[in-house]
């Protein structure tokens, strides 16, 4: 009998890592998901303690030897997402993730960064970008096997205040912007780590959909029923000036990614229309 691939994943109960985790345990492989969560008893770690493969670890990515420590056996795979308010400590806790991961003899470290809108080379002033960007180029540095991916702004924000409201109001007209189901950022992790020799050193723009803003409100329109442009003109919805910065941020710049060369990789990746549909 062969042994179980272990694979690490950060931020587990999260949008991208959750949705990875789902995807992972549905995998014919023969693997253990090791699922990082602060609070093993919290309503979303339970939810996915149940799923086949998965073993939840208590830790946190500013204290990682921990969740390494526990693992029993060589580790085939890691995924990583900065999270959290604190750039910095972002910063700090990436790269020490990354230092972990080479010590422990990882095979493929899989990061999940974010799509630059045209600014890799570019300073953006918008903190939470920058620190991608450092961990980006400490993985790179560091020889580590790696894959990178560059998700746009999930479609799940539709559902978060303030969103569809720029859509009609704030977004130029002729800017095409994209969107990404985090559940398929989650399939395109999996697929990723049970393929390291197919994906190893690519840096993969993770686009479903793009549209200028007509696009977006016609689909809205046709799957939802409701007309955007009727909706009341507001763009605060409570946020505080660096979500703000950044929403501007997203809103006047074009992606970097291309639905067309997403679907070269992962042709199954949602489109608009079907993302609302199945999100009914
Ligand atoms: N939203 C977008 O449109 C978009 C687009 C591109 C890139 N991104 C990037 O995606 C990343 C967020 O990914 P995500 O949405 O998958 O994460 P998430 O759902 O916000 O969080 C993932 C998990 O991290 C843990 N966590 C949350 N806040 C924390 C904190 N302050 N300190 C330590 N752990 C914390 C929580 O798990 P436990 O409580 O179980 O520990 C949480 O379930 C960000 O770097 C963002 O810039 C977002």
Do not use: C
């Not at 992972?24 to 023969?30: G, K, T, V, W, Y």
């Not at 900065?82 to 010590?103: C, P, S």
């Not at 800017?175 to 390291?196: F, H, Q, V, Y």
């Amino acid at each position: 009998m062969s042994t179980s691939q272990n694979f690490i994943i950060f931020g587990a109960t999260g949008k991208q890592g959750g949705a990875a985790v789902r995807w992972l345990s549905r995998s014919d492989a023969n693997i253990i998901i090791h699922a990082v969560t602060r609070d093993p008893s919290s309503p979303k770690a339970q939810s996915i303690s149940s799923l086949p493969k998965v073993k939840l670890i208590q830790g946190d990515a500013s204290a990682a030897e921990g969740v390494f420590s526990q693992i029993e056996g060589k580790i085939a795979g890691i995924f990583f997402v900065n999270v959290g308010y604190d750039a910095t400590a972002q910063i700090q806790e990436g790269k020490a993730i990354i230092d972990l991961a080479k010590r422990y003899e990882v095979n493929h470290f899989v990061f999940s960064s974010t799509d630059y809108n045209g600014h890799r080379n570019k300073e953006t002033g918008i903190a939470s970008i920058e620190a991608k960007k450092n961990i980006e180029d400490h993985l790179i540095a560091s020889g580590m096997r790696h894959t990178v991916i560059r998700p746009v702004g999930f479609l799940e924000n539709l559902f978060l205040p303030g969103y569809t409201d720029a859509i009609p109001h704030f977004w130029p007209a002729q800017l095409l912007k994209s969107g990404i189901a985090a559940d398929d950022i989650g399939r395109a992790i999996s697929e990723i780590l049970l393929n390291p020799n197919e994906f190893e050193g690519k840096v993969i723009g993770l686009s479903g959909y793009e549209g200028v803003p007509q696009d977006w409100i016609d689909t809205w329109q046709d799957a939802t029923g409701e007309n955007l442009r009727e909706r009341e003109k507001k763009m605060s919805g409570g946020m505080d000036e660096e979500r703000m910065k950044l929403l501007k941020f997203i809103m006047f710049n074009q992606n970097d990614a291309r639905v067309a060369e997403t679907k070269a990789i992962f042709p199954w990746v949602k489109d608009l229309r079907t993302f609302l549909q199945e999100t009914k």
